[in-house]
């Protein structure tokens, strides 16, 4: 069974940054693709940044592009995000998430389409001063 164990999130001020971790067990990440999605209350689920494990290739949101980098350690087998230039509107509960990498013919869809399959219990990340 597909679990992850997600750490790294908390209360930050904005424009400051944090860096979630996502440590996979039961499977090897580098079988899937992986994501970070978010959760802000009374609004649906946000694809963040999604990464493809056939080609490396990535996808980010627009509202996180330039801030968020999304990165992975096979041999931890851990997917990371690295949050910079935090803002108030940043603050939501944080999943990762992964897929099998044929579901999609490309990464962008994991993010922005149905929902994947196996999902983290998520992490708060609360952006105020």
């Known amino acids: 069974q597909l679990q992850f164990v997600e750490s790294g999130g908390g209360l930050v001020q904005p424009g400051g940054s944090l860096r979630l971790s996502c440590v996979a067990a039961?499977?090897?990440?580098?079988?899937?693709?992986i994501g970070w999605f978010r959760q802000a209350p009374g609004k649906m689920h946000e694809g963040v940044s999604c990464m493809s494990t056939l080609d490396g290739s990535t996808y980010y949101a627009d509202s996180v592009k330039g801030r968020f980098t999304i990165s992975r350690d096979i041999a931890l087998n851990t997917v990371y995000l690295q949050m910079n230039s935090l803002k108030p509107e940043d603050t939501a509960v944080y999943y990762c998430?992964?897929?099998?990498?044929?579901?999609?013919?490309?990464?962008?869809?994991?993010?922005?389409?149905?929902?994947?399959?196996?999902w983290g219990q998520g992490t708060q990340v609360t952006v105020s001063s």
């Open positions: 998430a992964a897929e099998n990498p044929y579901v999609h013919s490309n990464i962008q869809s994991m993010c922005v389409t149905d929902p994947p399959d196996y």
């Open positions: 039961g499977f090897s990440l580098d079988y899937y693709n």
